[in-house]
């Protein structure tokens, strides 16, 4: 099987081309929200944190968000991209059937878009990581590294995650409930802007399954604490299993539903 | 009436009510439950930043009392909830009945003028406004975050932060043809949360900073609100509720104005 | 002679520098069924619009039951019926709901508009569909809420813009009935349509636009006697060959026009000119003779076949 096959490189080029009349809108979002974010967080809050004489396991507060703001940007983005758009594309503009009455197959279909939405998630994470470092947020070139590694790993198993599940549904109120009661949540609670030991026990395993806090809490663990680097390949595998079981689904379900 | 104001009897047909109506007969059969997850949102933010950033930041001083840090941004998030329902419901909600709805179309077709469109659908964003501002003072008050009898005043108050919001959000919506350009609206929106005194106190910022978001209307009903739930209101709060008055009567003007400018040329 | 119930001088509008309406003048008198006519994009819907109190004129004099529309929008528009051109039925409410609430932007009592919803039901043929959303309805049924709809307030004017677009003869029919019916209770009907047999049937009067400006003006046996010849003889050489078998032709009958598919020629006699064709040693494939129509006033007067 060719991963980057012509029918997959098609969807794509598509992609783009039909997002370049808003290049200036996203390219400024992808710029500022960064910006906004770590200055707020990072500088303001962190100035408070700093001066409560607080640190996070001897890491000043920039450094700890940091690593999260960079992986949740990657799943918030790739989740924009491949929710309403994909049941969009089943039910409002068709695009998905026009695309399938050519010699296009749903695989690449869905590669093709899960591509796209990586390729947009990895752009805004390319340039909050830039930011960051303007902000003085990495301990090391390699833990920016590191970052960027897992937010792809991120982008690719959440990415696949919304696909499949916004293929499933008929009704959009499903994603903006999905959106809100797990993404949202996911966001914010791991281990995102406070350690996740910080919650009761029981609100724990919430973060032991979100793919965002083993993303993020591996950079930190690679960058900072290298007696939980163990956590890493727990991690990787983790990712690669989601976006595996996900992947072949949504091949069905975009199958079935363009036979239908 | 008319005689006042020249030009409102081709505007106003008087009957903003069964705008209303429609809108709640819309949302029953259709959102229902997208209406009731919209409260969860702050609250899930509640929980967050409060308590689990709250370890960290420990207390934090307001209008010269210190109080604990999940007492400090649950009136933020309050105000902002206010503004984020409203802003959604005039832009998001006012854009697809514009675009691709044509509901507006509709309505003009009969006696139904600009202003009756317009008043309607503010009123149903305050509506939603008020019971999520209700609900989520009932959650500060589980928590104990209500530290004064005042906090009761925080939902007209939002109600008035959430009017100022949406007079001035639907007028904006209608000059956008394209969904990507509601990000646009957004991406005004993210600073102005993340800055306006949220998260912690204004003095963090130098004094240029500091002035530029207090020209801002978030800020405003920031102070309010918390003045309100910290019980620390005193006459100086008032001039924040002038801002939103203004802004109001500014917004209605303006998106009436473009209402009508649209829809009969 | 009774008011005019609309009444327009030298009606202009322009969008930006476009001019869609260039100047038209026409009066309907009160229970009148009057006609507008055009090839696509001759200004018919902005007329209408204009007409609807909806969209304001750029300059000229327009008057509506004796009202100003950018004066007195809403009172006209509690006076008027209308069906526009495209459905814009409520996606977010059902189909009786539709009526419902639309009664209700007119102020009307809950009661009655509850009453008349049924009815407007049954008209429409929607009974058992009243619960449905109007996403699953099909686009004639669409269409024929969006018609019922435009009577729920028992308007003094209805104006139907193209309003048997994708309907089945059947319900055709039952528009059309509805709309004598209408008419005979006083009700002044104007409409689009570009189905020449339905101006034929349905207009006492017609005006015929192109280019935002009024070609002809009259009923459309008037316009067909001063228009047209009484007979038609339609032959067809195929496609490739209607050209040169044209020019063989020069001469026969009043005119000729000459279409993609056929050639027309205009004359008092129809046979006597296929006759003359085949005298002429031409041979179409298929010929037939017809009586005029509305359809051959309108391609005299705009120059080309109805649907572009
Ligand atoms: N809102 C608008 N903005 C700009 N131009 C417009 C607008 N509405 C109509 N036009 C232009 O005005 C002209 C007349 O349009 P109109 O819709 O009145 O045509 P019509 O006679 O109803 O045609 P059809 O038979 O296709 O319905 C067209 O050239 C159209 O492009
Ligand atoms: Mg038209």
Same mark, same amino acid.
């Given at each position: 099987?060719?991963?980057?096959?012509?029918?997959?490189?098609?969807?794509i080029?598509?992609?783009?081309?039909?997002?370049?009349?808003?290049?200036?809108?996203v390219?400024?979002?992808?710029?500022?929200?960064?910006?906004?974010?770590?200055?707020?967080?990072g500088?303001?809050?962190?100035?408070?944190?700093?001066?409560?004489?607080?640190?996070?396991?001897?890491?000043?507060?920039?450094?700890?968000?940091?690593?999260?703001?960079?992986c949740?940007?990657a799943?918030?983005?790739?989740?924009?991209?491949?929710?309403?758009?994909?049941?969009?594309?089943?039910?409002?503009?068709?695009?998905f059937?026009?695309?399938?009455?050519t010699?296009?197959?749903?695989?690449?279909?869905?590669?093709?878009?899960?591509f796209?939405?990586?390729?947009?998630?990895?752009?805004?994470?390319?340039?909050?990581?830039?930011?960051? &470092? %303007?902000?003085?947020? &990495?301990?090391?070139?390699e833990?920016?590294?590191w970052?960027?590694?897992?937010?792809?790993?991120?982008?690719l198993?959440?990415?696949?995650?919304?696909?499949?599940?916004?293929?499933k549904?008929?009704?959009?109120s499903?994603?903006?409930? !999905?959106?809100?009661?797990?993404?949202?949540?996911? !966001?914010?609670?791991?281990?995102?802007?406070?350690?996740?030991?910080?919650?009761?026990?029981?609100?724990?395993?919430?973060?032991w399954?979100?793919?965002?806090?083993? %993303?993020?809490?591996?950079?930190?663990?690679?960058s900072? &604490?290298?007696?939980? %680097?163990?956590?890493?390949?727990?991690?990787?595998?983790?990712?690669?299993?989601? !976006?595996?079981?996900?992947?072949?689904?949504?091949?069905?379900? !975009?199958?079935?539903?363009?036979?239908? | 009436?008319?005689?006042i104001?020249?030009?409102l009897?081709?505007?106003?047909?008087?009957? /903003?009510?069964?705008?209303?109506?429609?809108?709640?007969?819309?949302?029953?059969?259709t959102?229902?439950?997208?209406?009731?997850?919209?409260? =969860?949102?702050?609250?899930?933010?509640?929980?967050?930043m409060?308590?689990?950033?709250?370890?960290?930041?420990?207390?934090?001083?307001?209008?010269?009392k210190?109080?604990?840090?999940?007492?400090?941004?649950?009136?933020?998030?309050? /105000? #902002?909830s206010?503004m984020?329902? +409203?802003?959604?419901?005039?832009?998001?909600?006012?854009f =697809?009945?514009?675009?691709?709805?044509?509901i507006?179309?509709?309505?003009?077709?009969?006696?139904?003028?600009?202003?009756? #469109?317009a008043?309607?659908?503010i009123?149903? /964003?305050?509506?939603?406004?008020?019971?999520?501002a209700?609900?989520?003072?009932?959650?500060?008050?589980?928590f104990?975050?209500?530290?004064?009898?005042?906090?009761?005043?925080?939902?007209?108050?939002?109600i008035?932060?959430?009017?100022?919001f949406?007079?001035?959000?639907?007028?904006?919506?209608?000059?956008?043809?394209?969904?990507?350009?509601?990000?646009?609206?957004? =991406?005004?929106?993210?600073?102005? =949360?993340?800055f306006?005194?949220?998260?912690y106190?204004?003095?963090?910022?130098?004094?240029?900073?500091?002035?530029?978001?207090?020209?801002?209307?978030?800020?405003?009903? #920031?102070e309010?609100?918390?003045?309100?739930?910290?019980?620390?209101?005193? +006459?100086?709060?008032?001039?924040?509720?002038?801002?939103f008055? #203004?802004?109001?009567?500014?917004?209605?003007i303006?998106?009436?104005?473009?209402?009508?400018?649209?829809?009969?040329? | 002679?009774?008011?005019?119930?609309?009444?327009?001088?030298?009606?202009?509008?322009?969008?930006? $520098?476009?001019?869609?309406?260039?100047?038209?003048?026409?009066?309907?008198?009160?229970?009148?069924?009057?006609?507008?006519?055009?090839?696509?994009g @001759?200004?018919k819907?902005t007329t209408?619009?204009?007409?609807?109190?909806?969209?304001?004129?750029?300059?000229?004099?327009?008057?509506?039951?004796?009202?100003?529309?950018?004066?007195?929008?809403?009172?006209?528009?509690?006076?008027?019926?209308?069906?526009?051109?495209?459905?814009n039925l409520?996606?977010e409410?059902?189909?009786?709901?539709?009526?419902?609430v639309?009664?209700?932007?007119?102020?009307? $009592?809950?009661?009655i508009?509850?009453?008349?919803?049924?009815?407007?039901l049954?008209? @429409?043929q929607?009974? $058992?569909?009243?619960?449905?959303?109007?996403?699953?309805?099909?686009?004639?049924?669409?269409?024929?809420?969006?018609?019922?709809?435009?009577?729920?307030?028992?308007p003094?004017?209805?104006?139907?813009?193209?309003?048997?677009?994708?309907?089945?003869?059947?319900a055709?029919?039952?528009?059309?009935?509805?709309?004598?019916?209408?008419?005979?209770?006083?009700?002044?009907?104007?409409?689009?349509?570009?189905y020449?047999?339905?101006?034929?049937?349905?207009?006492?009067?017609?005006i015929?636009?192109?280019?935002?400006?009024?070609?002809?003006?009259?009923?459309p046996?008037?316009?067909?006697?001063?228009?047209?010849?009484?007979?038609?003889?339609?032959v067809?050489?195929?496609?490739?060959?209607?050209?040169?078998?044209?020019?063989?032709?020069s001469?026969?009958?009043?005119?000729?026009?000459?279409?993609?598919d056929?050639?027309?020629?205009?004359?008092?006699n129809g046979?006597?000119?296929?006759?003359?064709?085949?005298?002429?040693?031409?041979?179409?494939?298929?010929?037939?003779?017809?009586?005029?129509?509305?359809? $051959?006033?309108?391609?005299?007067?705009t120059?080309?076949?109805?649907?572009?």
């Amino acid at each position: 099987m060719n991963i980057l096959s012509f029918g997959t490189r098609a969807v794509i080029a598509h992609k783009l081309r039909a997002s370049k009349d808003y290049l200036g809108t996203v390219f400024a979002e992808t710029f500022l929200s960064p910006v906004a974010y770590l200055f707020a967080l990072g500088v303001g809050l962190g100035s408070l944190i700093d001066a409560n004489g607080q640190t996070i396991n001897g890491i000043g507060y920039l450094q700890f968000v940091a690593p999260a703001l960079v992986c949740s940007t990657a799943m918030l983005t790739v989740a924009g991209e491949l929710m309403w758009p994909i049941l969009g594309g089943f039910r409002w503009n068709k695009i998905f059937e026009a695309m399938f009455a050519t010699p296009i197959s749903p695989a690449e279909i869905v590669r093709g878009t899960l591509f796209f939405a990586s390729i947009r998630g990895m752009a805004a994470t390319v340039v909050y990581t830039v930011v960051v &470092w %303007a902000f003085g947020g &990495w301990v090391s070139f390699e833990s920016a590294l590191w970052c960027i590694f897992f937010s792809l790993l991120l982008a690719l198993s959440f990415g696949i995650c919304c696909l499949c599940l916004s293929a499933k549904v008929e009704q959009d109120s499903i994603l903006t409930l !999905f959106y809100r009661f797990i993404v949202m949540p996911l !966001f914010l609670f791991s281990g995102t802007f406070f350690s996740l030991d910080t919650l009761p026990i029981y609100l724990q395993p919430i973060g032991w399954l979100s793919p965002l806090w083993h %993303a993020t809490q591996s950079t930190r663990a690679l960058s900072y &604490w290298p007696e939980q %680097a163990w956590l890493a390949p727990i991690s990787i595998i983790y990712l690669l299993l989601i !976006f595996t079981v996900f992947y072949l689904a949504s091949v069905r379900i !975009f199958t079935r539903r363009l036979t239908k | 009436m008319s005689a006042i104001i020249p030009g409102l009897s081709s505007m106003y047909a008087g009957n /903003a009510g069964s705008v209303i109506s429609r809108g709640v007969r819309a949302t029953k059969s259709t959102n229902f439950w997208i209406v009731i997850s919209g409260f =969860f949102e702050p609250v899930f933010y509640l929980l967050s930043m409060g308590i689990g950033l709250g370890a960290l930041v420990g207390e934090v001083e307001s209008s010269g009392k210190l109080v604990p840090y999940a007492a400090f941004i649950a009136p933020a998030l309050l /105000a #902002v909830s206010g503004m984020n329902g +409203a802003i959604y419901d005039s832009t998001m909600n006012v854009f =697809f009945k514009l675009n691709y709805g044509k509901i507006y179309q509709t309505m003009l077709t009969t006696p139904l003028g600009p202003l009756d #469109v317009a008043l309607g659908e503010i009123f149903l /964003a305050l509506l939603r406004g008020g019971l999520y501002a209700t609900g989520f003072l009932g959650v500060m008050q589980l928590f104990g975050l209500n530290l004064s009898w005042t906090a009761i005043l925080a939902i007209p108050a939002v109600i008035i932060i959430a009017f100022g919001f949406a007079s001035i959000g639907m007028g904006i919506t209608s000059y956008m043809t394209r969904f990507q350009q509601l990000d646009l609206i957004q =991406f005004f929106l993210l600073p102005m =949360f993340l800055f306006s005194a949220t998260f912690y106190p204004l003095s963090v910022y130098p004094e240029g900073v500091q002035v530029f978001i207090q020209a801002l209307p978030l800020w405003h009903g #920031v102070e309010l609100i918390r003045a309100l739930t910290l019980g620390t209101f005193s +006459a100086g709060h008032l001039w924040h509720l002038l801002y939103f008055v #203004v802004m109001i009567v500014v917004g209605l003007i303006f998106t009436s104005r473009r209402l009508k400018k649209l829809f009969q040329d | 002679m009774p008011n005019p119930v609309i009444s327009a001088k030298s009606l202009v509008k322009k969008f930006k $520098d476009f001019e869609a309406v260039k100047g038209i003048d026409f009066e309907v008198e009160p229970g009148e069924s009057f006609g507008l006519l055009g090839p696509n994009g @001759a200004g018919k819907s902005t007329t209408m619009r204009m007409i609807g109190a909806v969209s304001n004129r750029t300059s000229g004099d327009l008057e509506i039951l004796g009202m100003d529309p950018s004066v007195d929008g809403p009172k006209i528009r509690a006076q008027l019926g209308v069906v526009p051109q495209a459905d814009n039925l409520d996606q977010e409410l059902k189909v009786w709901e539709n009526l419902y609430v639309y009664g209700r932007y007119f102020g009307i $009592d809950k009661k009655i508009v509850k009453d008349r919803l049924e009815g407007l039901l049954d008209f @429409a043929q929607l009974k $058992d569909k009243r619960n449905e959303k109007i996403d699953d309805l099909s686009g004639g049924m669409k269409r024929r809420l969006t018609i019922a709809r435009g009577l729920m307030n028992e308007p003094k004017i209805f104006l139907l813009d193209e309003p048997t677009t994708g309907l089945d003869p059947q319900a055709r029919h039952i528009l059309w009935d509805r709309l004598f019916r209408l008419r005979e209770q006083g009700t002044t009907l104007v409409l689009t349509t570009h189905y020449m047999d339905e101006a034929e049937q349905l207009a006492d009067r017609l005006i015929v636009v192109d280019k935002g400006q009024i070609m002809a003006e009259g009923s459309p046996a008037a316009l067909i006697r001063q228009y047209s010849s009484r007979e038609v003889a339609e032959v067809r050489f195929g496609s490739d060959s209607n050209r040169s078998a044209a020019d063989a032709l020069s001469g026969v009958g009043d005119r000729i026009e000459v279409l993609p598919d056929r050639i027309l020629i205009y004359a008092n006699n129809g046979e006597e000119i296929l006759s003359e064709v085949h005298r002429r040693g031409l041979v179409p494939i298929t010929s037939l003779v017809r009586r005029s129509s509305l359809e $051959d006033v309108f391609l005299k007067l705009t120059g080309r076949s109805l649907i572009d």
